[in-house]
């Protein structure tokens, strides 16, 4: 029998946190699942760390592939995915025990929902709660605020033909699946409270990008998704310049477009 969920964790240079995050998928009050990790061609031992929880629960797989990306380690690992339910699982990061065990609850009763996600609760160098706030399509123009740790029915990452791995630079992706899939008519659902840990360090990969790898970043979505920024927001690059670093006046401005 398939499992229900399919957790998919990337991982590279992942030895030091892995057992962590495997740890919160093994101790989580709901059973129906598959962690499976992709190795993206990573030069430490984390494939030791891998094979320990392979061999103690059939329900861990271990995958190893060149090095390819965040996106094309997502993919690859979604691939070999058996459920009817996605949650990327960075390899640093931890799933509340409830998780899983609400979510699917919530997909059983409301079977027009695609998306859930939560807050997270933030440890390592930072600590407190990333409240996440409910779903804006227009706030998700402005900004990626929904992390990538949100379970989806797969239909959908097929639907958006996988995340897209030929932006400029890794670590935004999720953002692009996201209006993709809002695009696609995804029906998201905001779970208010925390889902998932987030680790904060200064060795994390996002501390890796610079305010020009995200510029281009952000320059590829809005020309990728330029009918629905000029729809919801009737401006061009320079004004949404402005807009991003004042997201209230652009949802202000949204609003007022609509009641007009």
Known sequence: MHPKVS?????????PTLNETLQSIFDQNYD?????????????????VASEWVARDERFKYFKKENGGLASARNYGIKQALGNYIL???SDNKIKPLYLNKA???FEKHAEIDVIYGDAEYFGEKQGVWKVGNYIFEKLLISNYIDACALYKKSIWTKAEGYDEQMPYQGNEDWDFWLRSSVNGAKFFYLEEPCFDYRVSSSSMIHTFNEDMFKSNRDYVRKKYVNEYFKYFKCYKYQLDYYEKHPIRALWKYFKLLFK
């Open 88 to 90: 990327p699982l960075d």
């Open 32 to 48: 129906d699942w598959e962690a499976i990790m992709v190795n993206d061609g990573s030069p430490d031992d984390l494939e030791a």
């Open 7 to 15: 957790i998919i964790i990337p991982c590279y240079n992942s030895e």
């Open 104 to 106: 699917v609850s919530f």
